[in-house]
């Protein structure tokens, strides 16, 4: 029972972490879109 909470802990913390890295990427994406812009 135990190991079931903490491995379903562990998933839940993998996939906030690709969520959040997701959305740095697409921050990123947007801002150096907006510097592109901004040159143009």
């Keep these: 029972m135990e190991a079931k909470i903490q491995y379903k802990n562990e998933r839940n913390r ?3 972490a690709k969520i959040l890295e997701d959305i740095l990427i ?10 592109l812009s901004a040159r143009l």
């Design 14 to 16: 993998v996939r906030s």
């Design 26 to 35: 697409q921050r990123r994406a947007e801002l150096s879109i907006q510097k």
